[in-house]
């Protein structure tokens, strides 16, 4: 059966650039495909433009479009028949090889816990025990979306699932809560249908950096193979990996960019972290 990696770019250009730095830091540590699903003008882009960066591109059906939804589709655009996602924002420091394995008692294995009644955690500042009592659950899978990994043709219908659940459950019934702070993405439905689901987890320790991590890290010598950009780099940090990008695209021949991509994306953090501690502060969250 074969195996790859898919990340995925849709809307706007700044994540194709970083699909791109995603892309040739995993070559680094593996030789499985690489495929990108994006949408029509995107796949342009990279017919034009990086033709050999990645091994295929595929489209994102429509019916997974609507903003959050887009994750959901994976299942049904990847050309594999075991998938490993990663997100555009990501950089790959070592080998996710082993993740494979998961694959072999699990439908899919995700990165984070299943949680039970008697657990309670923030997972994007809601209360995991009172999503499970909302959503009438006895598991919760609390989860970063950021990489994990499925038996394709198995997911479709789980994928299916999350999509009725994020525009039939999730939206309507937590959407006032923004308010609040919180905050409503794919990870909400894919806990919910991943706790009836019961679907798997990633062995531990988790393959990616948490934000209490990110100050340690040292790019020299990484502990983790996986740096996902949910949190703002140290300067040093920037400097080093945007560097690191850039000698990549000139070892591989491929277009060089400034970092306008990965400097917004820093700057977007940024932004984030001032919101989420002043939220702490008012012990809103």
């Known amino acids: 059966m074969q195996r790859g990696f898919v990340t995925m770019a849709v809307g706007s250009p700044r994540f194709l650039e970083m ?5 040739l830091s995993l070559r680094e540590h593996s030789e499985d495909p690489v495929a990108l ?31 959050r939804a887009r994750k959901y589709g ?32 699990n439908t899919a294995a995700f990165v984070g816990e299943l ?20 959503f009438d659950l006895d598991h919760y899978l609390k989860t970063n979306s950021g990489f994990f990994c499925f038996r394709t043709e198995e997911m479709k219908p789980l994928m299916d699932e999350m999509v009725r659940c994020f525009t039939d459950e999730v939206r309507p ?8 702070g ?11 249908v991943g706790g009836r689901h019961r679907l798997g987890t990633l062995p531990k320790p988790a393959e990616m950096y948490w934000p209490n991590e990110f ?25 080093r990996i945007t560097a690191d990008a850039e000698a990549r695209r000139r070892a591989h021949g491929v277009r060089s960019v ?28």
């Open 215 to 239: 100050e340690a890290l040292d790019l020299d010598r990484p502990g983790k193979p996986l740096l996902h950009w949910i949190w703002p780099l140290t300067p040093r940090q920037y400097d």
């Open 173 to 180: 019934q937590l959407k006032w809560q923004v308010v609040l």
């Open 258 to 285: 400034d970092s306008d991509h990965w400097r917004i994306e820093q700057e977007n953090l940024e932004t984030m972290a001032r919101r989420r501690r002043w939220l702490e502060r008012l012990r809103i969250w």
């Open 74 to 105: 994976l299942a049904a655009a990847s050309p594999f028949d075991r998938t490993a996602f990663i997100d555009a924002d990501c950089i790959v420091l070592g080998s996710l090889d082993h993740a494979w394995s998961a694959l072999e008692s």
């Open 115 to 134: 949680l039970g009644p008697a657990d309670d955690e923030n997972h994007h500042g809601f209360s995991t025990k009172r999503l499970m009592k909302r």
């Open 19 to 23: 699909g791109v730095d995603m892309a």
């Open 37 to 67: 699903v994006a949408d029509e003008g995107i796949a342009g882009i990279v017919r034009d433009t990086y033709p050999d960066v990645f091994d295929e591109v595929t489209l994102l059906p429509e019916r997974f479009m609507d903003g």
């Open 182 to 192: 919180r905050w409503i993405g794919d990870e909400i439905a894919i806990g919910i």
